[in-house]
């Protein structure tokens, strides 16, 4: 059964938020349950739980953060124009700092 997208979408936010959090639980619980190992055992462990419960999930998650058809034409992020760059926001500020007269004794 192939799943639509915004039903991946809420599905996926789910387990972020609900599904996630009681997954941590349960691995600190389960592991707290034995005797402290070593260190580098104990990284391992936690490590490898950390990426053992997106292997069941990956589907899910799959294609959730693209954007496609489905979407709504007001959440693209489609500007009408370009943003200036980073060099031309600083000319404009450096002009209008020589023009206010703020600008000659300030080092940047």
């Known amino acids: 059964m192939t799943?639509?997208?915004?039903t991946r979408k809420r599905l996926a936010l789910l387990?972020?938020?609900v599904g996630l959090p009681a997954y941590v639980v349960a691995?600190?619980?389960v592991v707290g349950l034995f005797e402290r190992p070593p260190f580098l055992l104990e990284l391992a462990v936690y490590v490898g739980l950390g990426i053992l419960w997106v292997l069941p999930l990956k589907p899910v998650?799959?294609?959730v953060?693209?954007?496609g058809s489905e979407a709504p034409e007001a959440s693209r992020s489609c500007p009408a124009r370009p943003a200036p760059s980073a060099a031309r926001k600083r000319e404009k500020v450096q002009e209008e700092n020589e023009e206010?007269?703020?600008?000659?004794?300030?080092a940047e």
Do not use: C, D, M, P
């Not at 799943?3 to 915004?6: F, M, Q």
């Not at 206010?100 to 300030?106: A, H």
């Open 27 to 29: 691995a600190v619980t």
């Open 15 to 17: 387990i972020l938020l």
């Open 65 to 67: 953060g693209a954007a």
């Open 3 to 6: 799943l639509s997208r915004k």
């Open 61 to 63: 998650f799959l294609g």
């Open 100 to 106: 206010n007269g703020n600008g000659k004794g300030r």
